[in-house]
């Protein structure tokens, strides 16, 4: 059961800031990120499948990543852009990916998330399920009320994670986003920038009725309510 518990002798006021939280479900631990996750991130960021979708630096660095983990990631969370969250597995604590919430609108409650998964941990739901956690946690705890995902249109990995969480799909934005593709020829380390169009994808309160349980029927996981 999830409980509020309210500072006493202070009234309630919206918050324009994410406190720092950690959730946990079964498998998972989403927690700030910390400096012994470097080794890890900057292996993930320099994944093929993530430099291609991504827009950080290329090639990702040891400067890159301790600016990210030092500074860009929590002055997103004080600033009131959103949290950045490190995934981690459970027992053996290792780096599964991230989970970002970005361009919040704190007046309408909404806001964007975007996730990366570790190429060795591909395949095992994992994103599905960070992405599960966080919108139960807005929805619940937060009173957000929508929660965007924007996909590449050549990503399919990602699209599949939002039509498992019950994301309507609500049109395209063409053009509108730089990916990269390997070429022999590249600009940039084997690499050049092309445009694709973004697939618009919300998730409102009502659309995740359900989910965890038909991904659980499914052989997936349950409900997750155990943050703080």
Partial sequence: MLCFYPVLGMELRMTTTFPSISISTDRLVMRPFEMADI?????????????????????YTQVDAERWVRRIAPAERTGGQGIALAVTEFLTQRLVGSVRLLNTDWRTRSTEVRYITAPWARGEGYAT?????????????????????RTPADNTASQQVAQKLGCISEGVLRNARIA???????????????????IVWGLLPEDLEGVAEQLADAGGYGTYNDWK
């Fill in 39 to 59: 080794s890890a991130y900057i292996e993930m960021m320099n994944d093929e499948a993530v430099v291609a979708w991504m827009d950080g630096p290329n090639p």
């Fill in 129 to 149: 399920e960070s992405v599960l956690a966080i919108a139960e946690w807005l929805f619940r705890d937060q009173g957000f009320e929508r929660i965007e995902l």
């Fill in 180 to 198: 990269r593709t390997r070429t022999e020829n590249g600009t940039d380390g084997g690499w050049t920038d092309i445009r694709t169009d973004l």
